[in-house]
Structures are given as C-alpha cells and as structure tokens.
C-alpha cells in the first residue's frame, strides 16, 4: 500500500484554477479538517454522520491524492442537532445556492433538505467542514440523484479500521459523475477493481438512466 503521506497532486486546469480564485474571492478561504479531526469535534454526536466525496474514495482504495475539502454528511433531519452539538466551537451556515445564512438563531434549520452546511469559528476564520445534507424519508437515507431509492444509513456506509463511517464508493461515484473532472476520473479508475459486481452494476445501470452519453461508459464501467 502507497505511504500515506505521499500523495498525487490534483491536476486543475486553467479554467478550475480561475473558478477556484473566484470563490476564495468571495466566499473566503478554506482550511479544511481532516476525517480524523471531523471525528474528534463530533465526539458525542448521538446522530448518524458519515465521510463522503473523495475522502471516501480513498477510505475504499490504495488511491492517495491531494483533496481540496472534507465532506461528510447527515440526514436533513438532524441538523438542528448539529448545530446544538457544535454550539461555542463552530457557527453553522446554510448554503442554498451559493447564498449563506446562519443557523441557530433567527434560522433553526434548513428549508432545503438537498443544500449544504459549512462550518467555521467566526467571520474572520476559514470554513472548515462541508455538509452536503442527504433528504431522508422517514429516516431512510436517500440518493439525491436516485431519490426512489431509499435505505437504512447502515446499508450504503461501512466503518473503516479508524472508527469512521464512510459512504460506499459507487454512490460516491455517481454524485461525482456529473462534473467530469480529472480527479474525479481517477477516482473512478481506483475504485471499480474494489467493487463487487452487483455494486459495479448498479453504478453503471444507474450513471446510463441519467447520462447515457457519459464518457465514463464508453471505459471499463460500461462492459
């Protein structure tokens, strides 16, 4: 298994490296803890929660590259407990569409159960956590892109040797799909010897109803 701490660069172009200063401009920056830092700060936290993107990814595989942010995620449903558990460390904002607005005090939760939270200590510290939320059903997780498909949060995450629930590669794959980027690619081609073949299956039977045309089944995901 690769060292750790050795890890591939990410390849952006110029176009990403752009869009990157453009957001940093606007939003401000970014220091983002890591999966084990993420579970230290939610010690106690009595609600499911679970590592997802490409943290993931690599949880799942020998890949070990450059990330940019952590995601993890909870259940719609919990985030006024979040932001109890959180309460004097962080401050919690909800961002529905790049517009940001605090929780906890006039806002206690959120009116999209599909937008995100991120996380840091005040206004001139960098966020440090990102929470794409998952919509759940009666408290059956859901996938934002297959909402019909409902599940026990058990079923569709494992828990690594470090103690942390991560969500199963292929359903991080197809979230990662859409925005065809290079790492995402990589992704990929690190996860799909490590699945088995009704998970590879459902991942490809899944990315062809929604982009027949994705290039990623025209490789080894569409035979």
Do not use: C
């Not at 004097?88 to 529905?96: A, D, F, Q, T, Y």
Request: charged share 30%; aromatic share 8%; net charge negative.
């Amino acid at each position: 298994m690769p060292d750790r701490s050795q890890r591939l660069p990410l390849e952006r172009t110029p176009g990403e490296r752009d869009e990157d200063a453009a957001f940093l401009a606007l939003y401000g920056a970014w220091e983002p803890l890591e999966p084990a830092a993420v579970a230290h700060q939610l010690a106690g936290f009595d609600r499911p929660w679970w590592v997802v993107g490409g943290w993931a990814v690599e949880a799942a595989t020998d890949l070990r590259r450059e990330h940019e942010d952590t995601d993890i995620s909870i259940l719609a449903r919990d985030v006024p407990a979040l932001v109890e558990h959180v309460r004097g460390r962080w401050h919690v904002w909800n961002n529905v569409g790049g517009v940001l607005r605090p929780l906890g005090g006039r806002w206690t939760t959120v009116e999209d159960p599909a937008s995100q939270l991120w996380l840091r200590a005040d206004a001139t510290s960098p966020w440090v956590l990102d929470v794409p939320l998952t919509p759940d059903v009666d408290g059956l997780w859901t996938h934002k892109l297959v909402p019909d498909r409902t599940e026990r949060v058990e079923d569709v995450t494992w828990v690594a040797e470090d103690g942390i629930r991560y969500l199963h590669p292929e359903l991080v794959l197809l979230y990662k799909a859409r925005l065809r980027r290079p790492k995402d690619r990589l992704d990929l081609d690190a996860v799909l010897p490590t699945l088995p073949e009704r998970r590879r299956t459902w991942l490809r039977d899944a990315l062809r109803a929604l982009d027949p045309a994705h290039p990623w089944l025209e490789g080894p995901l569409g035979r």
